[in-house]
């Protein structure tokens, strides 16, 4: 089992940064691949980005050049540094691992899911 427990969000404004963090708990960490997800009100959820055990990252072309992944396995820590926030950023973020190597996409995809924190970006 994996228990992650996701802070850092909070309130922004427009052109501001958070950074997030994903504490995992449980099993080992540099086993697997981490994915950061956010859900808007009415909207699907969707895949910021993703992390692999030895530190590959994909990114959402709508996070590009704005959102950073990274990794402490040493912390057993991923962190989801957000710069340039926009009001469409607005949204509960989670993280998510899965065992495996690949990084991905899919939420189906991802065994273990944190609570969510939540991310509003004023105007």
């Known amino acids: 089992q994996v228990q992650l427990v996701e802070s850092g969000g909070g309130l922004v404004q427009a052109g501001g940064s958070l950074r997030l963090v994903c504490a995992a708990s449980?099993?080992?960490?540099?086993?697997?691949?981490v994915g950061w997800f956010r859900q808007a009100p009415g909207k699907p959820r969707e895949c910021v980005g993703a992390?692999?055990?030895?530190?590959?990252?994909l990114y959402a072309d709508s996070v590009k050049g704005r959102f950073t992944i990274s990794r402490d396995n040493a912390k057993n820590t991923v962190y989801l540094q957000m710069n340039s926030l926009k009001p469409e950023d607005t949204a509960v973020y989670y993280c998510?691992?899965?065992?495996?190597?690949?990084?991905?996409?899919?939420?189906?995809?991802?065994?273990?899911w944190g609570q969510g924190t939540q991310v509003t970006v004023s105007s």
């Open positions: 998510a691992a899965r065992i495996g190597s690949a990084i991905v996409a899919g939420s189906q995809l991802y065994n273990y």
């Open positions: 449980g099993r080992t960490f540099s086993n697997l691949a």
């Open positions: 992390i692999s055990r030895s530190g590959s990252t």
